[in-house]
């Protein structure tokens, strides 16, 4: 199994776990009180274990829980840094991981916070979201809460991994890929995920299908997507460029 070589590989990794709980028969869920090293992604909100962001395009169907942690944590730990027990941001980290854990009828483990485990968190300069164009999810202003509410189905952690995993991480407009001009490092697994579905059709029990609702897109594209209100919608702009090139 091949390493993950960005933090953005890591994050799509740590999106797809997150419907952990929606995934009864899976490994990574009757397997969760044996993890012991649980990140947190402060941009994303998302609590994960090392060995199953640590590899390569790990999804909830694939993980086989094989290699070992110590080697995952050691790819980690460029991005991430181990918090102190006792410390103020440790017992906050703490009693969220065990929240986590309970909203899905689970417990985490005792290693974790008596034994060898730990809890890890993003460092400050990765901790910035990726997705500039989209409001933070606190701190909103009169007057945005049309576009907060379609960043909030935006953002949803496991629909983005979804479509991610189905369309894979190039722009379905004009098919830019970052890691292609920007290297792993810094490209891999970077994309922004579009909702196709006009906002005045987004009821409060709607649930996005990741396939048919999301599409992945470059920020410019994903920019002029949102020019017209209604947003225009992928196909058409992708004739547009289509046209222009």
């Not at 994960?48 to 730990?77: C, H, M, W």
């Not at 941001?89 to 060898?116: N, P, R």
């Not at 196709?196 to 009821?203: K, P, R, T, V």
Request: charged share 25%.
């Amino acid at each position: 199994m091949e390493f993950v070589e960005s933090i953005n590989e890591a994050s799509l990794n740590a999106q797809a776990f997150s419907g952990v709980g929606e995934a009864p028969d899976s490994i990574a869920n009757r397997n969760f009180n044996r993890f012991f090293h649980w990140y947190y992604f402060s941009n994303l909100g998302l609590f994960a274990p090392s060995k199953f962001i640590g590899y390569k395009n790990t999804n909830l169907d694939n993980y086989r829980s094989e290699g070992t942690g110590t080697d995952t944590q050691r790819v980690l730990s460029q991005w991430f840094t181990k918090v102190d027990v006792g410390t103020e941001k440790y017992d906050q980290l703490k009693d969220m991981l065990e929240e986590f854990a309970a909203s899905l009828g689970k417990t985490i483990s005792k290693k974790t916070f008596e034994g060898t485990g730990g809890i890890y968190l993003l460092s400050e300069e990765y901790a910035g979201t990726d997705y500039p164009d989209e409001l933070p999810r606190s701190g909103i202003r009169e007057g945005a809460l049309r576009q907060v509410t379609v960043n909030a189905y935006e953002r949803s952690p496991r629909a983005r991994a979804e479509c991610i995993e189905h369309y894979g991480a190039k722009c379905s407009v004009c098919d830019f890929d970052f890691e292609k001009i920007y290297g792993k490092e810094l490209g891999a697994g970077f994309i922004h995920v579009h909702h196709i579905l006009d906002i005045a059709h987004i009821g409060e029990e709607y649930e996005v299908d990741p396939i048919e609702d999301l599409r992945p897109v470059c920020p410019n594209c994903h920019a002029m997507l949102h020019k017209r209100k209604p947003a225009i919608h992928p196909d058409e702009l992708q004739r547009i460029v289509r046209q222009k090139t």
